[in-house]
C-alpha cells in the first residue's frame, strides 16, 4: 500500500547564539508579562458582580418581560402584526351598543373588548418591534428580568389574569 | 504449525480519522473538523457545516422590510451592529431614502465599537485557545463597556435592533458621547498594554509565527476577505476602496500584515492586523465624536414599506470580513429573496488548503486565527 507522503518538517538547526536569545527572549518576555498581571491582582479593583447578592440595575432602556396594560389596550393588532415570530395573540369582541363608553388614558374610544391577550414569553425575541407601533403605549419591555419557570407553559402570560396584573408595579419604565 | 498473521509484508500504517467537534472549546461554536492523523500531523481536514442551521435567509421572505433586522441580528451575533448596517443599507439604497447627517455618524460609532468589542472577543478567545487565561478576563472588562453602552442606546446587549430603516431608533446623549471619548482613551493605552502581554510573548509567538500561512495565492483563489486577507499583505478594505457612509469624509489607514514575527499571512499577522485595526476604529470613532452634528435621528419612511422592483447587492466591511446581502424585490411588502453572502464561510473553507502538514496544536491555532462565527456560515 502507498503510504502517504506528507511534507517534512524541517527546522534550520538551532546555533549557540540563536539558542541563548530564544531563553533571553523568553525571559524579558514572560517578565513583562508577569508584571502586568502582577499589577491587576494588587492594584485593579475587582469589577465582578456577586450576582445574586448584589444587582445592577439595568438602563432604563433595556427590553426585558412584557406587559400589556389591558384597560389601555385598543385590540388594534399592530402588535401581533408586527411581530416577527407571532408570539402575540390576541382576540376581542366588538363591545355592545349599551355598554358604558370606555375611554383609553390616551382618550381614544375602546370599540373591542377583549377576551385573550396572551403573549408567549418564551417565543419571544426581545426585538421591541411591537412596543414602538403600540398606539396607545399599553405594550412595554420591563426591565423585569428574572421569571424563569419550571414548565414552559408557565412563560405564556394571559395578561387578563389578576395575578399577572399584580406585577404591574414591578420595574415598569417611567 | 499455525501461520503467522502478522507478516511483516502484511504490516501496514493508515491514517487515523478524528472528529474534532462539534462540541469543542478551539472550534468556536459547532464546527465540525474531520481530521486525518499522521501522528500528530494533520494530513486532511474537512469542515462539515449545518449543526446552527436556522433557515434565516428563508425565513425573511415571510416577514416584512423592518421585521427581518431581528433575524438579520442573529446571524453573527457578535457582531449584530454591522449586520442589521448593512441590511438597512441595501433597503434603503432600493428606496432611495436619505438618512440624517446625525444618525449617520451615530451609524458609524456604533458600528466601529461593534468592530472594536468584536475584536476584543477575538484577542481574549485567541488567548485561551493558546493556553493564557488572564487576557480573556481583562479584554472583557473593555467589551463590558461597550455592551452597557449599547445597552443604553438601544435596550439589548447583543442582539440590538438598533438600526432602523431610515436612521435609527434611539439618540446618543452627550453624556454617552463624553463616556465614550473617555474610554477611546483608556482603551488605547490598555490595547498596547495587552499587546505587551500577548502578542509579544515568546510563547505566543512561537505558537502563531510561521504557523497557518496563507498566501496571497490561496487567499485570492478562495475569495477571502477583512482581516485575512489583510493579514496577507493585500491592501483592501471595503471601507477605503468602496466607501459608503461618512466613511469618505473620516482619515484613517488600513493595517497590513507585514511579517514581522515569520512570514506574511501567519497567524501572528492577522492577530496583529485586528489589534491595529482597533486601534484605527478608536482614531474613527473620535473623529466621528468630535463631528456630530445636531438634528434629526430618523429620515422619511412610508409606515408600511415597499420596496420597488428589482434587485441590489450591497456589501460593507463587516468585524470579520466583506458581508453582502443581495435582495431581491417583487415589489411587495416582503423581500422575495435575500442571500446573505458571508466572510466566514469562505474563510472556513480555506481549511483542507492551508491544514496538511501541521500540527494538530497548529490547527487550533490557525481556525482561533481565523475569528470564524458559526451563526453566520450556517444562518
Known amino acids: 500500500m502507498k503510504q502517504q507522503e506528507l511534507g517534512e518538517i524541517t527546522e534550520s538547526p538551532l546555533t549557540f547564539r540563536q539558542y541563548f536569545t530564544n531563553i533571553w527572549d523568553a525571559i524579558?518576555?514572560?517578565?513583562?508579562?508577569?508584571?502586568?498581571?502582577?499589577?491587576?491582582?494588587?492594584?485593579?479593583?475587582?469589577?465582578?458582580v456577586q450576582y445574586p447578592e448584589e444587582r445592577e440595575e439595568l438602563p432604563l432602556n433595556s427590553r426585558s418581560r412584557l406587559f400589556n396594560d389591558v384597560e389601555n389596550c385598543i385590540a388594534c393588532m399592530q402588535c401581533a402584526t408586527a411581530c416577527p415570530v407571532d408570539c402575540i395573540y390576541i382576540s376581542a369582541v366588538k363591545r355592545d351598543k349599551d355598554a358604558p363608553k370606555v375611554k383609553t388614558s390616551s382618550g381614544s374610544p375602546v370599540r373591542l373588548d377583549?377576551?385573550?391577550?396572551?403573549?408567549?414569553?418564551?417565543?419571544?425575541?426581545?426585538?421591541?418591534?411591537?412596543?414602538?407601533?403600540?398606539?396607545?403605549?399599553?405594550?412595554?419591555?420591563?426591565?423585569?428580568?428574572?421569571?424563569?419557570?419550571?414548565?414552559?407553559?408557565?412563560?405564556?402570560?394571559?395578561?387578563?389574569?389578576?395575578?399577572?396584573?399584580?406585577?404591574?408595579?414591578?420595574?415598569?419604565?417611567? | 504449525m499455525q501461520e503467522k498473521h502478522y507478516k511483516e509484508e502484511k504490516l501496514k500504517t493508515e491514517l487515523l480519522t478524528v472528529s474534532m467537534g462539534p462540541q469543542h472549546p478551539a472550534t468556536h461554536g459547532v464546527l465540525r473538523v474531520e481530521i486525518k492523523t499522521d501522528s500528530e500531523i494533520v494530513a486532511e481536514a474537512t469542515p462539515h457545516l449545518g449543526y446552527?442551521?436556522?433557515c434565516m435567509e428563508k425565513h425573511s421572505e415571510n416577514l416584512d422590510y423592518r421585521a427581518v433586522i431581528p433575524f438579520t441580528d442573529r446571524l453573527d451575533y457578535l457582531a449584530a451592529m454591522n449586520m442589521e448596517l448593512t441590511y438597512v443599507m441595501a433597503v434603503e439604497k432600493m428606496l432611495k431614502t436619505e438618512i440624517p447627517v446625525r444618525a449617520e455618524y451615530i451609524r458609524v460609532i456604533v458600528s466601529e465599537l461593534q468592530r472594536i468589542a468584536s475584536h476584543l472577543l477575538f484577542f481574549g478567545t485567541y488567548a485561551i485557545d493558546l493556553g493564557a487565561f488572564s487576557p480573556f478576563l481583562y479584554v472583557f472588562q473593555e467589551r463590558e463597556f461597550i455592551l452597557r453602552i449599547f445597552e443604553e442606546l438601544s435596550g439589548a446587549r447583543l442582539l440590538y435592533n438598533y438600526i432602523w430603516i431610515g436612521g435609527v431608533w434611539n439618540d446618543i446623549t452627550d453624556d454617552q458621547i463624553k463616556r465614550i471619548g473617555t474610554f477611546c482613551d483608556t482603551l488605547d493605552e490598555n490595547l498596547k498594554k495587552y499587546h505587551t502581554l500577548v502578542g509579544e510573548n515568546k510563547i505566543f509567538i512561537s505558537r502563531t509565527a510561521d504557523v497557518g500561512i496563507i498566501n496571497k495565492d490561496v487567499a485570492f483563489d478562495y475569495g477571502a476577505t477583512g482581516p485575512i486577507l489583510r493579514g496577507s499583505g493585500v491592501n483592501w478594505d471595503l471601507r477605503k476602496n468602496?466607501?459608503?457612509?461618512?466613511?469618505?469624509?473620516?482619515?484613517?489607514?488600513?493595517p497590513v500584515g507585514t511579517g514581522e514575527k515569520g512570514k506574511v499571512g501567519d497567524c501572528w499577522d492577522r492577530y496583529r492586523v485586528r489589534v491595529l485595526e482597533m486601534h484605527e476604529s478608536i482614531k474613527i470613532i473620535k473623529q466621528c465624536l468630535a463631528g456630530i452634528e445636531a438634528g434629526p435621528i430618523m429620515g422619511k419612511v412610508p409606515k408600511i414599506i415597499k420596496v420597488p422592483k428589482g434587485e441590489i447587492y450591497m456589501r460593507t466591511e463587516c468585524a470579520r470580513g466583506e458581508l453582502g446581502y443581495h435582495l431581491v424585490s417583487d415589489g411587495g411588502k416582503k423581500p422575495y429573496r435575500l442571500k446573505v453572502k458571508s466572510s466566514c464561510f469562505t474563510h472556513v473553507s480555506m481549511l483542507p488548503a492551508i491544514a496538511p502538514?501541521?500540527?494538530?496544536?497548529?490547527?487550533?491555532?490557525?481556525?482561533?486565527?481565523i475569528d470564524i462565527v458559526l451563526g453566520e456560515i450556517d444562518r
Request: include cysteine; charge should be positive.
Open chain 1, 28 to 48: 524579558i518576555t514572560t517578565y513583562k508579562g508577569m508584571k502586568i498581571t502582577l499589577k491587576y491582582v494588587y492594584g485593579v479593583k475587582p469589577v465582578t
Open chain 1, 114 to 174: 377583549l377576551t385573550m391577550y396572551t403573549i408567549d414569553e418564551a417565543l419571544c425575541c426581545y426585538c421591541g418591534l411591537c412596543t414602538t407601533v403600540c398606539p396607545t403605549e399599553c405594550l412595554t419591555h420591563t426591565r423585569d428580568y428574572e421569571f424563569s419557570q419550571y414548565v414552559l407553559d408557565g412563560m405564556k402570560y394571559d395578561y387578563l389574569s389578576p395575578e399577572i396584573r399584580a406585577w404591574r408595579t414591578r420595574l415598569i419604565k417611567k
Open chain 2, 52 to 54: 446552527l442551521h436556522r
Open chain 2, 242 to 254: 468602496r466607501p459608503y457612509g461618512l466613511y469618505p469624509k473620516l482619515s484613517f489607514n488600513i
Open chain 2, 357 to 369: 502538514g501541521m500540527m494538530i496544536a497548529d490547527l487550533v491555532a490557525t481556525i482561533g486565527s
